[in-house]
């Protein structure tokens, strides 16, 4: 258990510079039906459409580390099995166990709530000026991730990364990679982050964007650009998520 949250959560949090990012995606404009996430990306490359948008990104704080289990039993009650799992990514969350406990973590210190959560209907509104703790956009983890890197990944895969490769099929202890650039672990793989964004709501409905890829994933799968989608109620043992927080004027 956290001795001190707001100690935690002071060290915890990661200053992001403003600035700009490219995002590309290859879009499918047949509406798809099935439910597994793992087939993200139906049919082939050269029959999908590429997109390309800017987005530029304001000052914001985004975790060093995914929640673990060890935050999120602090601020959801809900027990994990040993105390040796507590320094872990929390896994097995869907969207929407993420969003509600962005809202916790902020009330639990004070903070005003980021999102309007309805549990009947499952809808979500975000308060853009407000303080609370949110998921980070698309494009700010996109942004965060790359932390002024070029190419696909921010270092090489086994120093950065925990994936299918190296990782002995098993999830691992946050921080034991080599960070980015702006101090942030494991931002590609051992646990695939929920972003907040649709992912293409006319084709797609509600899914939400999974980023960075996991201890489960082939090396091609883990990198800055990579992204996937999956329902918002979806959860397994490679998603997990990093919380992040505006800077409110």
Not at 100 to 105: D, G, K, M, V, Y
Not at 185 to 212: A, H, K, P, Q
Not at 213 to 223: L, P
Request: charged letters at 25%; a negative charge; one cysteine or more.
């Amino acid at each position: 258990m956290l001795v001190n949250l707001n100690d935690y959560l002071k060290d915890l949090m990661v200053y992001i510079p403003e600035g700009e990012v490219c995002l590309r995606d290859f879009r499918n404009e047949q509406k798809w039906i099935s439910s597994n996430y793992k087939f993200g990306m139906p049919g082939v490359r050269k029959n999908l459409k590429e997109v390309i948008w800017n987005v530029e990104i304001k000052p914001f704080y985004l975790a060093k580390y995914t929640v673990t289990e060890e935050l999120y039993t602090t601020i959801t009650g809900k027990k994990f099995s040993t105390t040796t799992e507590a320094r872990k990514p929390i896994i097995n969350v869907s969207w929407l166990d993420a969003v509600n406990f962005c809202n916790l973590l902020s009330v639990a210190l004070g903070y005003d709530q980021f999102y309007d959560f309805d549990n009947g209907s499952k809808s979500v509104i975000c308060n853009y000026n407000t303080n609370g703790f949110r998921l980070p956009t698309d494009a700010e983890w996109q942004y965060a991730c790359k932390a002024n890197s070029k190419g696909y990944r921010y270092g090489g895969i086994d120093e950065i990364a925990w994936y299918k490769g190296n990782s002995n099929e098993r999830l691992h202890e946050v921080g034991e990679k080599k960070p980015n650039e702006w101090g942030l672990y494991d931002m590609i793989g051992n646990t695939w982050e929920w972003c907040w964004d649709l992912y293409d709501e006319e084709v797609f409905s509600n899914y939400r964007i999974i980023r960075g890829g996991s201890w489960a994933e082939e090396e091609r799968g883990c990198g800055a650009t990579c992204r996937r989608k999956s329902m918002p109620d979806f959860y397994i043992d490679d998603i997990g998520f990093r919380i992040a927080r505006s800077i409110v004027q």
